[in-house]
């Protein structure tokens, strides 16, 4: 049902294609985050024309609103959202720890308090599970319990917890469409990671994750850990790096061996007026653009660049006007797209692609 | 430079065609607001998708923010915003008069404190007219005084003070690409009105409008105005009704002769969740619609009836998700713009366009 053929390599990046029911994946590729069920400011159409293929949505959120049995009802998150590409469903595990109000871990599961109404709810594995069969991404996500890297000791609770969840959300699939990708986590202990990335990669999941990275931890640290952890897991599977996405990170990530990406960096730049550019990144709330005729980037060729002048998007957002985000959003969205495509391309085509570091300018 | 061409009548609706050096308008044509060189929510290519030809956009606002120099040193609003159909910007009387927090009228002109800052500025026609060249709109107006239809005295001395100023308007004018058209005042007494008929339309525009009503007065006082300038007005000159732009008066509007309308209502009715529809007006948010899989209106071709159920509107609604008013706008938008469209034909083609009255199910 699920298959990842390596198309090319160079050292270790590799462009690749994941193949499944609902249509073929191109790897590597940047997901846009949809939390929910919504790329932000952007219709369907908007999104499908700056290129991306794959989308991220969030099971907590659209567990809480509108609730997963209603979007069963209305046919799944492809027809509800209108998205005529790949889906993809995280656990819910992170936005429990990070979002909701007061939570409760035990072996079995974690009960929390919504962020929207202070209702208490009881996520599992067979929970996780069963709300991502409803909404009907194409690729879920078993559930997890992210820690925070610097607190070795817990990290081992965590990732200990999170191989039994692995275990218990495998059983608890029922649908052959969707496919479920297990997470390894361990923080930034290496032994932890090793022992995760052995334990996890030993089970029959279609696709693995590295999760629990960009929460605290170096950049070098990410990176060891990436090193670490694609060392070990088999070339067979595709590798979805967890909510990471600066243009560096994602350069970054590909030369390491990762196939998917998604992060709101993007849309979250576009509410706060910033943008990528080949001169670093730039907020063009920014006086200095009031009379600038120039796109926001010379070289970019999304509906933005080659619409409008910086000028005019400054006026949008002095104005408070919403087009200026959903302008940027374009802008941004397509930068990490394309920059992870063209890195695709020159996999392909054994092509040197370290051009694509001006991208590098725009780190945080 | 600027021609009306009348192509068919149906008693006193008409159906024409205003020749413009930027390019022809098809009449009778609804007008999107774009108040700060945009419709609020909407790039360029969704307002152009969903059929808009002429987009009005607002003197005041532009020339508080970003200044109406600094849009001429941008090479005009149609290069700023992007907008490749026609323009027409009103001449800031109206704003100046709701808007803008104190203001000392006389017969030279306005002195106002903006809203934005609370600066002090000054109108005259003169200024006017100079505000509106570096904009650079196909269409510009006259300045005039808008008065409360119901108090008859003053509405005497604002009529009287919109002639004086609409000759000077006229003397103003430098640019010969723009079509200058002359407002008609005169609140809701019918002797005033016939004089600034009679007043306005003698005067050299190229097109007419008739301003201040749907202000306060009723219904009935409304269409009483309307049959009584249309009778005065020449049948070789553009009329337009400023600011008024429910279905019912788009078509009862039409129906009296008027070629050119513009009104905030659609995508003001987007941003409090509200939708036409052939059932009526719809709340979208309403807990009704929650598993509702119909689109807004059944009869509907724009994008969002297209593409979209009730139900996933009212998420994003409820979810507080900005994708719903620019859903919400598109149709609403589209809904004015293609019935006024659809009338233009039905004149054309010497049909009964009464069908069109399920949308008087609109009314306020």
Not at 47 to 53: N, P, R
Not at 83 to 106: C, E, H, M, N, Y
Not at 191 to 201: G, I, K, N, P
Not at 278 to 296: C, Q, T, W
């Given at each position: 049902m699920f298959e990842y053929e390596v198309l090319a390599t160079q050292g270790r990046a590799r462009a690749g294609i994941f193949t499944t029911p609902y249509g073929d994946l191109e790897t590597p590729v940047f997901a846009p985050v949809g939390t929910q069920a919504t790329v932000k400011t952007l219709t369907p159409a908007q999104?499908?024309?700056?290129?991306?293929?794959l989308v991220l949505a969030n099971t907590y959120h659209l567990y809480l609103r509108p609730g997963d049995e209603l979007v069963a009802e209305m046919?799944?998150?492809?027809?509800?959202?209108?998205?005529?590409?790949?889906?993809?469903?995280?656990?819910?595990?992170?936005?429990?720890?990070?979002?909701?109000?007061?939570?409760?871990?035990?072996d079995d599961g974690v009960t929390f308090k919504s962020h929207v109404d202070g209702s208490t709810h009881r996520f599992t594995p067979e929970k996780s599970i069963a709300i991502q069969e409803n909404l009907g991404a194409d690729i879920i996500m078993a559930f997890d319990e992210c820690s925070d890297p610097n607190e070795a000791a817990y990290s081992q609770i965590a990732m200990e917890r999170t191989h039994r969840w692995a275990e218990r959300s495998l059983k608890a699939k029922t649908r052959h469409d969707q496919a479920l990708f297990g997470i390894i986590q361990g923080g930034v202990d290496p032994?932890?990671?090793?022992?995760?990335?052995?334990?996890?990669?030993?089970?029959?999941?279609?696709?693995?994750?590295?999760?629990?990275?960009?929460?605290?931890?170096?950049?070098?640290?990410?990176?060891?850990?990436?090193?670490?952890?694609?060392?070990?897991?088999?070339?067979?599977k595709p590798r979805y790096l967890m909510g990471v996405g600066t243009p560096e990170d994602l350069i970054e990530g590909v030369r390491r061996g990762v196939d998917i990406f998604d992060c709101v960096l993007p849309t979250r730049l576009a509410r706060h007026n910033a943008a990528f550019?080949?001169?670093?990144?730039?907020?063009?709330?920014?006086?200095?653009?009031?009379?600038?005729?120039?796109?926001?980037?010379?070289d970019c060729d999304c509906y933005t660049c080659r619409t409008f002048t910086r000028a005019y998007i400054r006026h949008l957002i002095v104005a408070k006007e919403m087009l200026a985000g959903t302008l940027l959003s374009i802008h941004n969205l397509y930068t990490l797209v394309n920059l992870v495509k063209n890195i695709r391309q020159a996999i392909i085509e054994n092509r040197d692609w370290q051009a694509e570091k001006w991208l590098l300018d725009n780190r945080e």
């Open positions: 999104l499908d024309e700056l290129g991306a293929t046919g799944g998150l492809h027809r509800f959202m209108q998205w005529p590409r790949l889906l993809l469903t995280d656990s819910g595990g992170f936005q429990v720890f990070s979002l909701a109000q007061t939570r409760k871990i035990d032994d932890l990671r090793t022992a995760s990335a052995e334990f996890v990669s030993s089970l029959p999941f279609p696709g693995l994750a590295i999760g629990g990275l960009s929460v605290g931890e170096t950049k070098e640290e990410t990176y060891a850990m990436l090193e670490l952890v694609n060392s070990i897991l088999p070339e067979s550019s080949s001169e670093g990144r730039l907020n063009l709330m920014n006086a200095a653009y009031a009379r600038d005729e120039k796109p926001i980037n010379q």
